[in-house]
């Protein structure tokens, strides 16, 4: 059973547009999210989160938007440089569960120079 | 810097090998996970520790077991490596409550083939 889908496995935009990467969830339990970026052989680093009492969260390029009724979250990117280009992880947990964190299937950005 | 540092980068072993992976971190941290990522699956919790000698089940424990004797050291092993468990083999490590705020550190990864 996933609890956090990211449906798009793959995406590619041209340098300078707009990238938007989603991420559904099933479980209304959920009260953190997160995203985190991978280069190959790299870990996951952290890129940004929101939390579920907020529906948008900006850090510069970025900005993650969550639509609660919806169990729906996205990530923006703007304007998109060719060093994004990674797998974008979208992630989810609750305060009580100690720090466990769930994650969706990847989604491959590619920005196009 | 957080330092999670996993001893090898590439594995290869045979079917029925008894394997080790070894992850260390040089925060203090309390918690401490073990993931495995394949494509189109994303990153699947396999164990998880929150202190010396503890540790907890996650999503897809079967075939595997770990270890925590030191706080910094988590090791996964895999008993008797079988071809399914081909995989990229991630550590992790936190202090309880910092992981929505981001601060859940990972290991540059293992990659594990079992021929």
């Known amino acids: 059973d996933q609890q956090v889908k990211q449906n798009s496995p793959s995406l590619s935009v041209q340098e300078g547009r707009i990238s938007i990467l989603n991420c559904d969830y099933t479980?209304?339990?959920?009260?953190?999210f997160l995203w985190y970026k991978k280069y190959p052989a790299e870990g996951p680093t952290f890129l940004i989160s929101i939390s579920s009492i907020k529906d948008k969260n900006e850090d510069g390029r970025f900005t993650v938007f969550l639509n609660k009724s919806a169990k729906h979250l996205s990530l923006h990117i703007v304007p998109s440089q060719p060093g994004d280009s990674a797998v974008y992880f979208c992630a989810a947990t609750t305060t009580s569960n100690t720090g466990k964190l769930i994650f969706g299937q990847g989604t491959t950005l590619q920005v196009k120079p | 810097d957080v330092k999670v540092t996993q001893s090898s980068r590439y594995l290869v072993k045979r079917t029925g090998e008894k394997v080790f992976l070894e992850c260390v971190q040089d925060m203090d941290h309390e918690n401490m996970f073990w993931y495995r990522q394949d494509p189109g699956l994303g990153l699947r919790l396999i164990y998880f520790s929150y202190d010396v000698k503890m540790k907890e089940k996650g999503d897809i424990p079967e075939g595997y077991s770990v270890s925590r004797e030191k706080k910094e050291r988590f090791s996964l092993i895999l008993e008797s490596a079988s071809t399914n468990q081909t995989s990229m083999y991630l550590c992790a490590s936190s202090t309880p409550g910092t992981v929505i705020t981001g601060e859940l550190f990972f290991g540059e990864g293992s990659r594990l083939t079992v021929l």
């Open positions: 479980n209304s339990m959920f009260d953190y």
